[in-house]
């Protein structure tokens, strides 16, 4: 694998590539405030997404983001595809590619797929998800959404952040955990050992507790981990109204936490489980700003693999990014 | 005409020497410090190599009837003379499965017909491995089986176990079990620790071998049947089994190749060419697996020689199948990983292994006049990797790519006959 070729997990960016995306972000950010949120910086490129696993939002986000940059896309959903047919994954990438692609943006329900992929393809590969292993464009919005919100630049030294829930069946957590302890943020999972992966040590997160109540007053992000409810069947939590119990952000909850504490959620929400009050009544959520944020995080990944450089594009004019070029 | 083995180092159970051997038809007719050709002779110079009577594998998946385009009996009994195998013991994983005497003949004579080393079909405990019903252990009995197992699975109903061992008393069968309880795996594709909780895989956990193997354990304590338990991979799996034969519990065991070298990190690049069942598992584990097999722990080393498709390895690794090839590598991976005197490998890999197969009439004899000539002629010394297109076996799933192996195998010799010459396959 080629790092500057494909997004296949944000450990792989390090904490300067983080951060330069998260640079090429805010200069995103400006082109999506535009009257007319659009700059030619990809013309000519073909992003495609292969999702084998729905996902509305997160494609759309990508789709919105290739879009912006003037990419060409196209998208093969599983449904409509030969795997139904038989054909491997292996024979539908390659087909794929030969139509002429520049990246592929892949959502799979299996653990490493977008790794499989990437060595069969000498196109980028961007990983929106694979089993319950990593999302590294999700990290990379919250990452993003937590240095706008506060109004730094650089890192997120200091920092504490809770991140309540599902962390073993979530790639999500995996990816958002591992971005934000790169960045300096000290994270604290809680949750319930069945929802715990097995042997999480210091190399995971710097705490684990599964008392909420312990952690949420001083915390400076509390991150909401979807429940997912076929989980229930799997004896992992007795109920959802004993997890939204011992792990819900409910009014009480709410009113324990610090005014400026920013309330995170990856949705989609599942109200009345993780979150029984409504988030636009918490001055700290930013659970919008999120999907807002995605698009420009996207832009920014999408730029930082297929522009010619890796330095910020000048978006100060409408044709500045004209194929790429800087 | 005979065939004259000169200059050897001999190992066998009674023992080290260097002898010449002569054989003549499908015997050892002469062992004696010097031997001269008589005319006419095949000589093979076994000066600097070891000859050892042939060794036999206790698990392999030949996959015919049924998985024909992964391994035929015919490969895959190459691929097993190539390796220096002279027997080995056919898992009833197949389609139809080994449950009955017409399947396991005709699995017995697909391996005459091919004829480059003994294929001993096992019967499966249960019709269709379904775990419902037992298989006619005396039919099968009857028809030269030894192994009963349902590898692949477990069986995980108690009670059916307990009944499996009671009527199997007296058969002059051996059960054997994959230590697998079900419903701690579902969805399992590695072992569960560090590794799978980084790598977001879904996690095997040793427990669950070890609880089925403990509670089988107390079932042989229970009836006093014997039993066999196929490729442990955890520490407390060792610790069990020491525990119980030293209550003198009647209980043999085998690890494989693949559960003493490599460790779950290997998943790291999520190549499922790693994945296997039970799954490869930590440092830890490793060592006392090599521990085991030093100490006697462990009786055998199996290779559960696993040929897949290319293309169905090809495939994210909670949908490939689980299985590794193992034959032709077995005896480089054992002595490049194992810290042991060269006799005792010797041993995992012959006598002990051809007793539990109920075939040491025949194959892991001591090298002296009149005994049947299963032999393996091998040098110790020689390092070497594996070149996954040049294996004989149909499929190329070998993990040990990249690998430095110690010792390979020259000559293999079935009832008298070579079938291995110079590390390639006569036939």
Partial sequence: MTPSRSLLAVEDLGVDGIIRILDLADHMAEVNRRPNPKVPALRGKTVCSVFFEDSTRTRLSFETAAKRLSADTMTFAVSQSSLNKGESLRDTIETIAAMGVDAFVVRHGSSGAPQMIDAWTQASVINAGDGWHAHPTQALLDAYTVRTAIGRSGGLDGLRMAIVGDVKHSRVARSTIAAMRMLGVHVTVVAPRTLLPPDVGESFADAVTDRLDDVIAEVDVLYLLRVQQERMNEALVPSLREYTTRFGLTAERAAALAPQTLIMHPGPMNRGVEITVDPAELPGAVITQQVTNGIAVRMAVLFDLLGSGNTAPDTTSDTSMEGGSL | MSLLITGARVIDPTGERRVDVRVDGAVVSEVAEHLDPVDGDDVIDAAGLVLTPGFVDLHVHLREPGREEAETIETGSRAAALGGFTAVVA?????????????????????????????????????????????????????????????????????????????????????????????????????????????????????????????????????????????????????????????????TAEATPHHFSLTDERLETYDALYKVNPPLRTAADLAAIRAGLGDGTIDAIATDHAPHAPETKEQPLDQAPPGMLGLETALGVSLASLDMALSDVIAALSWKPAAIAGVSDRHGRPIEPGEPANLTIFDPDDVWEVVPARLASKSRNTPYIGMPLRGRVLHTILQGTPVVRDGGALR
């Fill in chain 2, 91 to 251: 898992m009833p994983n197949t389609d139809p499965t080994q449950d009955s005497v017409e399947v396991v003949d005709f699995v017995r004579h697909q391996g005459e017909r091919a004829g480059l080393c003994e294929v001993l079909p096992s019967g499966s405990i249960t019709v269709g491995r379904a775990g419902e019903r037992l298989t006619p252990f005396a039919e099968l009995a009857g028809a030269g089986v030894k192994i009963i197992t349902d590898d692949g699975n477990g069986v995980q109903d108690p009670l059916l176990m307990r009944r499996a061992l009671e009527y199997a008393d007296g058969l002059g069968i051996t059960l054997a079990q994959h230590c697998e309880v079900e419903r701690l795996t579902i969805g399992a594709v590695m072992h569960e620790g560090s590794c799978c909780s980084r790598l977001g895989l879904p996690g095997w956990p040793s427990i669950a071998e070890e609880l089925m193997l403990h509670r089988d354990i107390e079932l042989v304590r229970l009836t006093g049947v014997g039993m066999h338990f196929l490729h442990l991979s955890t520490a407390k799996s060792v610790e069990l089994v020491r525990a119980a034969k030293a209550d003198g519990l009647p209980i």
